[in-house]
């Protein structure tokens, strides 16, 4: 964990917030063709007793809801509420991505693929600096929540690089079901938050355009358990049970749709498949063609493609794979 940033006053897009405080400050960066104000309220609450600032963000794709799910219970259930420090909460990043649900920005960008930003770029561009230099130095530890995109469930896990030792800790704590090592991706807002020697934990889980009650429930519990492990949590919240530890994926592979046709789905996702063992059938519209679809080795299943209909090379099964395997 970074030297924590608390102060008396904590200042935020031209705001003071003193200790003690609860407030909603909106960042206005556009607006629409309209002229209308499209504004993106940041939530915070500051415990009188000082303590480390949490960061917890969502939506940074529009149409990825469950995370922004995750945040709004968070916030619901007064979980934000700390019992020392201050806690961030920006449940919609991409409002523009959000109204239409839609994972760009509306020049095109993908927001989570040009930080840091640059003062006079594209409107993502832009935000993205707004973002880093205005709310980002304030803070000590971000979680920030995304899913699968398309129609690709993710199997609920946490991202993390494998050679940040205190954040695969912070990984382990978290507990989610799956740990994938990922390395940071050059423009994402995990790869600046490292540059600036921010602790990140990324959660993915669920698909985009979905709201999974399974999938919000273990990022709620997350942030629970993290929070308790900064002595942030209320002590009147019972503190969520931990999984089995979390399982670890060093390497993983995708299984592509061998014909085009129908996809029928037979497992369920997280399973532990066997290789051979049948996760789908793929079929014509017209009775004629059934492809039985079996595990090319043993695994557990943390992607699946919900897609009801596929081509041929579309990837439909991501599976674990040990070091070992080919």
């Known amino acids: 964990m970074t030297q924590s940033k608390e102060k008396d006053i904590l200042r935020i897009l031209g705001n003071e917030v003193p200790l003690g405080t609860s407030t909603t400050i909106n960042f206005n960066i556009a607006k629409l063709y309209t002229s209308t104000k499209v504004e993106?309220?940041?939530?915070?609450?500051?415990?009188?007793?000082?303590?480390?600032?949490?960061?917890?963000?969502?939506?940074?794709?529009?149409?990825?809801?469950?995370?922004?799910e995750v945040v709004r219970q968070i916030i619901a259930k007064k979980i934000n509420k700390p019992d020392r420090g201050s806690i961030i909460c920006i449940p919609v990043l991409n409002v523009f991505g959000f109204l239409n649900m839609d994972r760009f920005f509306p020049d095109g960008r993908d927001l989570n693929r040009v930080f840091p930003g640059t003062k006079n770029g594209s409107l993502a561009s832009r935000f993205a600096y707004q973002f880093v230099n205005e709310i980002l130095p304030s803070v000590d530890f971000c979680l920030d929540f995304h899913t699968g995109g398309a129609s690709r469930f993710n199997a609920p896990h946490i991202r993390v690089?494998?050679?940040?030792?205190?954040?695969?800790?912070?990984?382990?704590?978290?507990?989610?079901?799956?740990?994938?090592?990922?390395?940071?991706?050059?423009?994402?807002?995990?790869?600046?938050?490292?540059?600036?020697?921010?602790?990140?934990?990324?959660?993915?889980?669920?698909?985009?355009?979905?709201?999974?009650?399974?999938?919000?429930?273990e990022g709620v519990k997350g942030v629970m358990?993290?929070?308790?492990?900064?002595?942030?949590?209320?002590?009147?919240?019972?503190?969520?049970?931990?999984?089995?530890?979390?399982?670890?994926?060093?390497?993983?592979?995708?299984?592509?749709?061998?014909?085009?046709?129908?996809?029928?789905?037979?497992?369920?996702?997280?399973?532990?498949?066997?290789?051979?063992?049948?996760?789908?059938?793929?079929?014509?519209?017209?009775?004629?063609?059934?492809?039985?679809?079996?595990?090319?080795?043993?695994?557990?299943?943390?992607?699946?493609?919900?897609?009801?209909?596929?081509?041929?090379?579309?990837?439909?099964f991501r599976i674990t794979k040990a070091l070992e395997d080919e």
């Open 40 to 68: 993106i309220p940041i939530i915070i609450e500051r415990s009188k007793k000082p303590g480390p600032t949490v960061l917890i963000t969502a939506g940074i794709h529009g149409d990825e809801i469950n995370g922004v």
């Open 161 to 217: 690089d494998q050679k940040n030792k205190r954040l695969v800790g912070l990984a382990k704590v978290f507990n989610a079901p799956f740990i994938l090592y990922s390395k940071n991706l050059e423009g994402s807002y995990r790869s600046t938050c490292a540059k600036k020697g921010i602790d990140i934990l990324l959660f993915e889980g669920g698909k985009s355009q979905n709201s999974s009650k399974d999938i919000a429930v």
């Open 225 to 316: 358990r993290i929070l308790n492990h900064l002595e942030m949590l209320k002590p009147t919240f019972e503190v969520p049970e931990a999984h089995a530890e979390s399982i670890v994926i060093n390497k993983s592979s995708w299984m592509r749709a061998k014909y085009s046709g129908l996809l029928h789905i037979k497992i369920p996702i997280c399973k532990h498949v066997e290789k051979g063992e049948i996760l789908a059938t793929i079929t014509d519209p017209y009775g004629k063609m059934r492809h039985v679809v079996k595990a090319s080795n043993d695994g557990y299943v943390i992607n699946v493609n919900e897609a009801p209909i596929v081509y041929k090379g579309d990837a439909i």
